[in-house]
């Protein structure tokens, strides 16, 4: 934290004045406000796609502790968030798996079009705790279909679980696999459904697999290659309860910064 004075004649003018002296107390705070972060502290409320609620987490640790504002999170799937916001849920910044959700809702006049901005790109994976589905068997994994119950995001509220599907259809076996799919709510739960082997594989985020916090075998699974569904661009917006709040648009740009980017990265998100 800086301390910096930038007008000592007016330090001197103050120490002259009273220490109860109100005009003199309201100058030092407008002298050194600017490098005062927490003077200022305001709060904000952000809506978060699930799969990107660890990393997102992590750099709102980060964002916190350099500008002394405060962040509430709320994760959930992208769909569901979307109507939450739709029906004036009391969120400041959304998050959104994709980028059509984002857009409805500049187009509707709920959302600063100004702040609409890719922030990363994604991608999904189908991981295994017990079946081989190392690049070169995926397929055959899937083709012989040596497994109960294959985990997928919901396709109609969750951007990963249509990705999912899309990728199942390119391969020709949506079909012939659906009767076996265990849908989770988000892409959070979908993951829990293979982390506690009730699915004994599905398709999740890469991020999740590359999170830190992931104890169990990150390399037993197969990088869906990007062209076998839609892109998983996501976007964020600042939504209209959150236009004039500073805490909202200062973290709005962190997400620019280099911290927050080297983050997204780690995690295996694109920067696109």
Not at 43 to 72: W, Y
Not at 166 to 176: A, C
Request: glycine share 6%; net charge positive.
């Amino acid at each position: 934290m800086k301390h910096r004075i930038q007008n000592p004649q007016t330090m001197n003018q103050c120490k002259s004045i009273p220490i109860a002296s109100l005009q003199c107390i309201v100058i030092l705070l407008t002298i050194l406000g600017s490098d005062l972060p927490f003077v200022h502290a305001e709060s904000t409320r952000a809506a978060v796609a699930s799969n990107f609620h660890n990393p997102f987490s992590e750099i709102v640790r980060s964002f916190e502790k350099q500008s002394g504002h405060s962040v509430q999170i709320v994760a959930g799937s992208t769909g569901k968030l979307y109507a939450q916001i739709i029906h004036g849920a009391p969120f400041d910044l959304f998050l959104s798996a994709d980028q059509q959700r984002p857009r409805l809702l500049v187009d509707q006049g709920k959302a600063v079009a100004g702040s609409l901005i890719t922030y990363a790109a994604g991608r999904i994976s189908l991981w295994s705790l017990k079946n081989d589905i190392q690049a070169s068997e995926a397929d055959a994994v899937l083709r012989i279909g040596n497994f109960s119950h294959l985990a997928i995001a919901n396709p109609k509220t969750a951007p990963y679980g249509l990705a999912a599907m899309q990728t199942l259809i390119k391969m020709g076996l949506w079909d012939s696999i659906r009767t076996r799919l265990v849908q989770g709510e988000n892409i959070g739960q979908t993951f829990q459904f293979v982390a506690s082997q009730n699915a004994e594989l599905g398709f999740v985020s890469l991020s999740q697999i590359l999170d830190p916090s992931n104890a169990f075998d990150r390399n037993n699974r197969w990088d869906v290659p990007e062209t076998f569904h839609d892109p998983l661009r996501q976007d964020v917006v600042i939504l209209n309860r959150g236009a004039e709040n500073p805490a909202t648009q200062a973290l709005w740009k962190f997400l620019k910064s280099d911290t927050a980017q080297d983050i997204i990265k780690r995690y295996g998100y694109g920067l696109k």
